[in-house]
Antibody, heavy 120, light 108 residues
């Protein structure tokens, strides 16, 4: 069974940093692009970032571009999100989501999420 | 940047039909999928490629997409269908994913 398990969430101060991880199992890791999606408390889903299987195609939402860096380690079946210059508005549950393009781009599996709280 | 809009809430009587629209410029030219999210849970895919159901999703969930509006229809709505529903599309211009703001479906 496909499993995506996020970790690394917690409390950070504005301007601080956090690194999220997502461990994957149950599928061929290198067959899929992966994404981060976040959800602020009581709010909707927001796509954050995408990374292709070979890390050669990386995209960011405008709200995080220049502050967040996505990466993956295919040998470890792991996805990462380095979050710098954190803002209060980055407070959210961050989900790791597996992408499939068959037949059309979408997220077919999600992790349980990890909570990031940014507060002074 | 591309944007999607949804009504913030839809109320439906048990056993009746819930219709949830998702609107965006020429959305009918793109593929749309729909996610169901219940409180405290991760989103679950209920429709993809506008109208196809993943395995395990009941037949009462159906969809369409034309013009500027995609629609998720829940026929014979049950109490277990009470949840937030989000549409999602991929913008080929920016190579970004775009979620709708979500619709809370309340079953009366």
């Amino acid at each position: 069974e496909v499993q995506l398990v996020e970790s690394g969430g917690g409390l950070a101060t504005p301007g601080g940093s956090l690194r999220l991880s997502c461990g994957a199992s149950g599928f061929t890791f290198t067959d899929h692009s992966l994404n981060w999606v976040r959800q602020a408390p009581g709010k909707g889903l927001e796509w954050v970032s995408s990374i292709s299987s070979g890390s050669d195609h990386i995209y960011y939402a405008d709200s995080v571009k220049g502050r967040f860096t996505v990466s993956r380690d295919n040998a470890k079946s792991s996805l990462y999100l380095q979050m710098n210059a954190l803002r209060v508005e980055d407070t959210a549950v961050y989900y790791c989501a597996r992408e499939t393009t068959m037949p059309t781009p979408l997220f077919d599996w999600w992790g349980q999420g990890t909570l990031v709280a940014v507060s002074s | 940047s591309y944007e999607l809009s949804q009504p913030s809430s839809v109320s439906v009587s048990s056993g009746q039909t819930a219709i949830i629209p998702c609107s965006g410029e020429t959305l009918g030219d793109k593929y749309v999928c729909w996610y169901q999210q219940k409180p405290g849970q991760s989103p679950v895919l209920v429709l993809y490629q506008d109208k196809k159901r993943p395995s395990g999703i009941p037949e009462r969930f159906s969809g369409s997409n034309s013009g500027n509006t995609a629609t998720l229809t829940i026929s014979g709505t049950q109490a277990m269908d009470e949840a937030d529903y989000y549409c999602l599309t991929w913008d080929s211009n920016t190579l970004h994913y775009v979620f709708g703001p979500g619709t809370k479906v309340t079953v009366l």
